[in-house]
């Protein structure tokens, strides 16, 4: 690992799914001479997608990290997820990055709201992004139609500092605007200078003078000299393009194809000549955790350690990997430090460099650094570690809620326990993954971004560990409320021969406003219940509150007064009179028109402009209220309120409507009455669910 920071970074390579994102790190590691062989997705030979589910499924479920070494500099890639449903782990990830390399499509690729939101968590964190259009080489390649794509829905400030050299199948290698020379593909995956060919040399030239005028807006210094001589220096230009990265005026652009590695070399020199160190990153904000005051920590070597965990590995040889991204100082193996987030301590181990689904120990890692370590008890994602001495804690990772919920049913007794310790385990490694049981329903409920992330998870259940479960779709918590006010009598009398049972509770039952809950009042005078038997009487009701009226749905939003009734010297017992405050409950129910409620979720929906009008119509269809509509650069924020019901499987619905350009988030909102030609149907439903029971 390296001692100096400045000769330090760690990388994301991100971009929306399909972009070419994993053959262009496999291309990276291979040209940095890490390995000597170009792995291949195609082939099940990636250096990053080496899982089991990825390699079936052709696609990047997790951050894979790969340590290499270019012109005495250490770089980590990290390639990360690029569809929606496994997006969470890159916005978490790029925690651990000191910059980003943004990877966009040449051929027939729209940027979609995945792309959007990696663009805009890289601008959050202040990192500095190189664009690289990959794909030059495939059919109908228009890499000026990317630029243009990215210009206006990202907003992306964009400085190309290559030309391409042919496109589609012509497509063979790169100028550099710089040098102005020519690097052409060789057959062994490297680049060979060359002369500009002249098909290029005119619209080269003018390239290059754009790249000037643009990167010359990374300082107003810088501008001051443009406009006074009309050209900068090659020095000049080279320290214009490397600070407008550092500082984010803008993003350099280069071009080539992962697969046939063309363009691979230029890239990794970008990598080390535009793309920061930790330590030109600034100061990182933290606080101190014992009196909360906002203190920061410099990202260099002398600085006291401290770092953060941005992912959790359950790897099945090492077992729980916790990966680290130093942000100061520097840590070394088989140390002790303070796990700040939750206030105990931790020693650390081996530290791992991570190459693959290789791992290789060090001695030592330094700020801008990834590391992992092994069986750390009490560490999970998001937390900090520190120096003991240097107490600083950072701020957590905050995700979105899930946007999708199944229930799951075991197929067998021994699955359900071992399904219940797999999946916490699993949702150490993924935050996104939420496992609860529902206190109404009794359901165990999985849920996750999307569909197919708990498809995943559920393949990876049964392969990994060995447990067996089945998705259902969640059964939705319906309540009971009435609209009414009604009174009614609730009396037990029963003489057997030796001592009765007597209770009489008069109630009165009437409406409270949403979402209020429960309240009881006790309206006795003259002790016609004597004091002891209230209680029984709130209990009774209590109890048949739980058992609702329509449909066996808890009832809510209900004032009960006890307000008469009358008692037996001997006979009366305070079970006598919390039956009869039951039946009162009841019989006042029935007469004070008793409803159902269904849950409403709150929706936000970000749709394309030409998807707008199909989900507003499916919305109405859901009987769902569109309560606004705020424009974006690349389409529409719809903001609505559905009922559970409608929207359960929403997930595969809306990507089929939008073609996969559609994202939404979703809560719990509040209650609101059934509509009543719907509520017999939900009954039926209850009361046959409920003889299947007891059958």
Known sequence: MADDVK?????????????????????????????????RVDDDSSNFDFDPEEIRRKTTLST??????????????????GYANFLADSLN???????????????????????????????ELGLPVVTFVSRLDRERADYQAALDDMKKILGAKLVPVQLPIGSAETFKGVVDLLTMKAYLAQADGRMSEAAIPAEVADAAAKAREQMIEL??????????KYLEAGTLTDDELAQALRQGTVTRRFSPVLFGTGSKAIGIQPLLDAAINYLASAAELGAIAGKDPKIKEPIDRRPEAGEPFSGIVFKTIIDPFAGKLSVIRVLSGKVSSDSTVANTTRDTKERLG????????????VAHAVAGEIVAVAKLKETGTGDTLADEKAPIVYPGFTLPPPSMSFAIEPKSKGDD????????????????????????????????????HIEVVIDRLKRKYGAEVELKAPKVAYKETIKGRA??????????????????????????????????????????????????????????????????YPMVDVKVTLYDGSFHEVDSSEIAFKIAASMGFKSAVE????????????????????????????????????LGVDAKPAGQVIKAQVPQSEVLKYSPDLRSMTSGRGAFTVAFSHYEELPAHLTDKVIKDAQAARVAKHE
């Not at 894979?64 to 997820?81: G, Q, Y």
């Not at 993954?433 to 999307?450: F, K, N, W």
């Open 350 to 361: 081996h530290l791992l460099q991570l190459a693959g689904k290789k791992q290789g120990q």
């Open 591 to 626: 007469k004070a028109k008793p409803i159902l409620l269904e849950p409403i979720m709150s929706m936000e929906i970000v749709v394309p402009d030409d998807a707008m009008g199909d989900v507003i119509g499916d919305l109405n269809s859901r009987r769902g209220k569109v």
């Open 7 to 39: 000769l330090v970074r760690s990388i994301g390579v991100v971009g929306q799914g399909g972009v070419g994102k994993t053959s262009l790190a496999d291309a990276l590691v291979f040209g940095s001479g890490a390995v000597n062989r170009l792995g």
């Open 487 to 552: 009174e009614a009598q609730g009396k037990l009398k029963k003489q057997t021969g030796g001592r009765g049972q007597y209770g009489d509770a008069w109630l009165k039952v009437e409406p409270l406003p949403r979402g209020t809950g429960f309240e009881f009042v006790d309206a006795i005078k003259g002790g016609v219940v004597p004091r002891q038997y209230i209680p029984a009487v709130e209990k009774g009701v209590r109890e048949a509150l739980l058992e609702g009226f329509l449909a066996h």
């Open 93 to 123: 990830c790029l925690r651990g990055c000191t910059s980003v390399i943004f990877v966009a499509a040449a051929a027939a690729h729209e940027i979609r709201i995945e792309a959007e939101r990696l663009w805009a968590r890289a601008e």
């Open 215 to 224: 990167a010359a807006e990374a300082t107003d210094e810088l501008t001051e």
């Open 417 to 452: 326990e071992k399904a219940s310790q797999a999946l916490a385990r699993m949702m150490e490694e993924d935050p996104s993954l939420e496992m609860h049981r529902d206190p109404q329903t009794h359901e165990l409920i999985l849920s996750g971004v999307g569909q197919i």
């Open 64 to 81: 894979s990290f790969f340590h290499c070494s270019w012109k005495k500099h250490e770089i980590t890639f990290l390639d990360m997820p």
